[in-house]
């Protein structure tokens, strides 16, 4: 089955405590994305990969790092979480930019 | 930022009543999207129409898409109560980088 998936679904960490989380597709995407959801301001683009070790910031990248080491695989860090980061995170893919994207299930992180 | 905005951002209708949402958008444009959202669940694409189109069908779906007006709308004929979801566009400007708008929460009543 075509799927993007993410791991994990929740969590709920503390201010500084780095944590990583993980998006894989099986569609042999070029193109994937992370968003974050935030109540009112709809989803913003955090960072985008067009393919291997190629990734380029998004619209609220501060804070955030990324890497494309592998097609399948396109994993969010946060090094030092703080509670502006608390959202709803989405990974997403599709075969080129502009076109359908796939959208991971997403993951609710809390930072307190 | 080119964001996309939704109007309006609450829809509330009767099953089998049409719904019409619009958005806006700043900057020229290569695509406009519409996805769906269920309940904070990922998002499921609806359908796309290029900025030289002016009118696309999907089923129940209406897109329209004015770029003089830097517009589009989406129709969704004899809605369902399972069409109840939030409704998002999505514009890319050639470049690489997606943008949201806020968002549509339509509500279909039974």
């Known amino acids: 089955e075509a799927q993007v998936t993410q791991n994990p679904r929740y969590l709920i960490t503390v201010t500084g405590k780095k944590l990583t989380v993980t998006c894989s597709q099986n569609m042999n995407h070029e193109y994937m994305s992370w968003y974050r959801q935030d109540p009112g301001l709809g989803l913003r683009q955090i960072y985008y990969s067009m393919n291997v070790e190629v990734t380029d910031k998004g619209d609220v990248p501060e804070g955030y790092k990324v890497s494309r080491k592998e097609k399948r695989n396109f994993p969010l860090i946060l090094e030092s979480p703080s509670p502006n980061q608390t959202s709803l995170y989405f990974c997403a893919s599709s075969l080129s930019p502009g076109i359908e994207q796939y959208f991971g299930p997403g993951t609710r992180l809390t930072v307190t | 930022s080119q964001q996309g905005e939704e109007d309006p951002q609450a829809l509330s209708i009767q099953e089998g009543e049409n719904a019409t949402m619009n958005c806006s958008y700043k900057?020229?444009?290569?695509?406009l999207q519409w996805y769906r959202q269920n309940s904070g669940r990922g998002l499921v694409h609806l359908i796309l129409i290029r900025s030289n189109e002016r009118e696309k069908h999907s089923g129940r779906l209406r897109v329209t898409l004015d770029t003089s007006k830097k517009s589009s709308s989406l129709l969704i004929t004899a809605s369902r109560a399972a069409d109840t979801a939030s409704y998002f566009c999505a514009t890319d400007n050639y470049g690489q980088n997606f943008v949201f708008g806020p968002g549509t929460r339509l509500s279909v009543l039974p």
């Open positions: 900057t020229s444009i290569n695509n």
